[in-house]
């Protein structure tokens, strides 16, 4: 909602747009207290408390520019960055198109706090202060994301990716401690627009995208969008190839003025040779291996295909409150059969082995919630309430084997080994049902205090054909914060969010073992120039998991085979620094530094932390010339660094030394409407080690020096 007396933020620079989506305040019916007699009548001092503006906030598209004066992610209601007490991030529609980004982890690798495990496009892991990312949202509505399944989004349907890191109990109670990823749907415009988008470069690397939008019928009550895209690429590595497709439709429709339907199909197509990566010698040691270099089969296959349907209908009441409700159903399967290298812990021997999956899954989630502003003690605050639920249903079937014995890597073939027959073993079906009640108020006492609290009481189901079943029931999950205003620019915050996360696994009584519960306390300033065109944020956190599943031991303190137990305890300190938007009108900015320090404080080592480093940054810059004969020329460029980092597995420790890569970018808008770029990554060509796995695989490089030129035309 509105502070009173706040200057508005939103960027000068397009302002007529801005103005469509401000000049819609809803009134609240006026407030008043007074004493009234038949004799004498007297007129009653009135408040008017104005609906929340955000709602009408312009899409990312439309303001331009590297950031965006308000997200979504882990509020339900928008919220001014600088008035969320937790760590955000929003990467705009100029930020991806300029970097060209095609799917999530894509967009991960440059983004602050965030650490990609390296696969290919569209199948890598994303982390966040030391947890997996194991959901995305769409338009707030939750389904799960799995590497292994390659269910990771396209982002060409999407105006932004809103990241908010550490647990969100209050909105996603069971979701991983890592936070939220929310995608944020392009929507129809008002007037017809459209673009068309290509590039090419090495390895056959090619992408082509249209995109058009625009009003159905004659008043504008009725408005279409279609984005349509498809990336394809050979890879520097033989044999492996990646091609991605993506159909997105939108409809937008007015039943009145203040009741809206908005309804949206996304369909994906994932077509992979994958690249498995390398083994590493028995002492730990990364091996030198060229580029093209390729252990794995010419007959690997990976075949994925998601759809989803969103459908949501608002209502703005006259009190000002702000009702919704939405549902996303979504579709996925995924095949695959490919091979990759496994090594002898011993000998040394390298094999070559398969894996397999068949696997369909089904999930359904909705929210409905209601907020509203109101007056008290001469300020306006905001409560959202509202109920949620959803469900995942997944049945998948698995197949492991060995190709090949023993192959010489220096001379292997990939086209040697025969395509092996395989059979499924026994399917494994999960079903996964959580529904909530949640409550939040925004309550300020003061003109510069918001006091933030909230609780959700969830109820949750699994059933596993494989690991049994477990039901929580009546969980509460509190949040609290609070956020206040040191001045104009800069807020001081802090916040307590917890979340819980029900187990398989069971102990030696056959009983399913507690859920994992994580807390994070966090504090920071947050700052805000320009009007909203330049946002900074500096954040100390610490993060706290517990009842993690570790082995069960005897008395005698031996392992117990099967047998599991919550002791598993691990705290995560760190820091963030991140800046985004015009530092000056023609020089855009993105930057952040993370620090992160792991300790585990009880139940068996946690391998996974190892491999998030100790430092990370990400810088991106670009200038555009605003005068002279190249006037319009852009000129990027930016650097992505990270320390050493290492993992063990079987006693066996892999490190990788940090690196920093450099990419570079021009742009030149040839005409009003078509516009030439040239890109380099890894400018200074650095062979480097972006991900370490196990002795027998799961050892990446990072890509080589790689161009790409391109044009969009817009119209």
């Known amino acids: 909602m509105d502070r009173i007396n706040r200057p508005n933020r939103f960027s000068h620079r397009s302002g007529r747009l801005l103005l469509v989506g401000l000049l819609a305040p809803f009134p609240l019916s006026a407030l008043a207290q007074g004493v009234t007699t038949p004799a004498e009548p007297i007129e009653l001092e009135s408040i008017t408390v104005e609906g929340n503006r955000l709602y009408d906030m312009p899409s990312s598209e439309a303001l331009g520019g590297y950031t965006v004066p308000a997200a979504t992610v882990g509020t339900k209601t928008p919220a001014e960055l600088r008035d969320i007490p937790q760590s955000i991030s929003v990467y705009t529609?100029?930020?991806?198109?300029?970097?060209?980004?095609?799917?999530l982890d894509d967009l991960a690798k440059y983004s602050t706090g965030l650490r990609t495990l390296t696969n290919d496009s569209g199948r890598s892991s994303i982390y966040a202060r030391g947890y997996e990312y194991d959901e995305f949202n769409i338009d707030g509505l939750p389904a799960p994301m799995a590497s292994i399944n390659g269910t990771l989004p396209s982002l060409s349907p999407f105006d932004r990716v809103e990241v908010m890191r550490g647990p969100s109990g209050l909105f996603n109670s069971t979701s991983e401690m890592g936070?939220?990823?929310?995608?944020?749907?392009?929507?129809?415009?008002?007037?017809?627009q459209g673009s068309l988008t290509g590039r090419y470069g090495s390895w056959d690397t090619s992408y082509l995208e249209a995109d058009l939008s625009g009003p159905l019928d004659e008043q504008g009550r009725i408005r279409g969008r279609t984005v349509i895209s498809r990336a394809d690429t050979n890879g520097e590595v033989d044999y492996n190839a990646n091609t991605s497709e993506s159909f997105y439709g939108a409809l937008d429709i007015d039943l009145s003025d203040a009741t809206a339907m908005s309804f949206g199909l996304i369909h994906q197509t994932k077509d992979i040779v994958p690249h498995n990566g390398y083994p590493a010698s028995i002492d730990g040691r990364l091996e030198d291996f060229s580029r093209p270099?390729?252990?794995?089969?010419?007959?690997?296959?990976?075949?994925?295909?998601?759809?989803?349907?969103?459908?949501?209908?608002?209502h703005r009441f006259d009190n000002g409150g702000y009702g919704r409700v939405a549902v996303r159903g979504s579709k996925r399967s995924t095949d695959y059969l490919y091979a990759f290298t496994g090594r002898n812990a011993t000998t040394g021997a390298t094999s070559l082995a398969y894996t397999a999956r068949d696997l369909e899954q089904d999930t359904l989630a909705v929210d409905a919630n209601y907020s509203q502003p109101f007056e008290l003690l001469g300020q306006v605050s905001e409560f959202v309430i509202g109920t949620d639920?959803?469900?995942?249903?997944?049945?998948?079937?698995?197949?492991?084997?060995?190709?090949?014995?023993?192959?010489?890597?220096?001379?292997?073939?990939?086209?040697?080994?025969?395509?092996?027959?395989?059979?499924?073993?026994?399917?494994?079906?999960?079903?996964?049902?959580?529904?909530g009640l949640y409550a939040k108020l925004t309550f300020r006492p003061i003109e510069r205090l918001a006091l933030i609290g909230g609780a959700r009481v969830s109820t949750y189901e699994g059933e596993n054909s494989a690991a049994g079943d477990v039901t929580e029931s009546g969980y509460v999950t509190p949040y609290g914060g609070l956020v206040y205003d040191l001045d104009e620019q800069h807020s001081l915050y802090a916040s307590y969010s917890r979340v819980f996360k029900p187990q398989t696994e069971a102990g030696v009584d056959n009983r399913i073992i507690d859920p994992r519960e994580g807390e994070q306390y966090e504090i920071g300033v947050k700052g805000s120039y320009y009007g909203g065109d330049l946002n900074a944020r500096v954040t100390a956190f610490q993060l706290t998991d517990e009842n993690r599943a570790t082995t069960a031991i005897d008395a005698f303190g031996i392992p117990i085979s099967g047998a599991y137990e919550a002791a598993g305890k691990t705290r995560i300190r760190g820091g963030e620094l991140e800046i985004s938007g015009y530092v000056t009108p023609e020089w855009e900015l993105l930057a952040g530094y993370t620090y992160m320090k792991t300790e585990n404080l009880s139940g068996d080592e946690n391998s996974l932390f190892t491999l998030m480093p100790r430092h990370q940054a990400s810088l991106w810059s670009k200038y555009t010339l605003p005068s002279g004969a190249l006037r319009g020329l852009g000129i990027g460029a930016g650097v992505t660094a990270m320390s050493d980092f290492s993992i063990t597995r079987s006693n066996v420790t892999l490190s990788a030394p940090g690196y920093a890569v450099v990419d570079a970018k021009l742009s030149y808008p040839v005409s009003d409407q078509l516009t030439a770029t040239l890109d380099v990554n890894n400018l200074l060509d650095r062979t480097y080690y972006s991900r370490v796995g196990s002795v027998g695989t799961f050892n990446f490089y990072g890509p080589s020096r790689n161009v790409m030129v391109g044009a969009r035309y817009e119209f």
Not at 400 to 415: A, C, E, K, L, Q
């Open 93 to 103: 529609s100029d930020y991806i198109r300029d970097r060209q980004f095609v799917n």
């Open 179 to 192: 936070g939220i990823v929310n995608m944020v749907r392009k929507r129809p415009t008002q007037e017809f």
């Open 293 to 314: 270099t390729y252990l794995g089969a010419d007959w690997g296959d990976f075949d994925g295909r998601t759809t989803d349907a969103v459908a949501e209908l608002t």
């Open 389 to 435: 639920y959803k469900r995942y249903d997944t049945e998948y079937a698995d197949a492991r084997g060995t190709v090949i014995r023993s192959i010489d890597v220096g001379t292997y073939d990939p086209t040697d080994s025969a395509k092996p027959s395989i059979t499924f073993g026994t399917p494994v079906e999960t079903e996964e049902r959580e529904a």
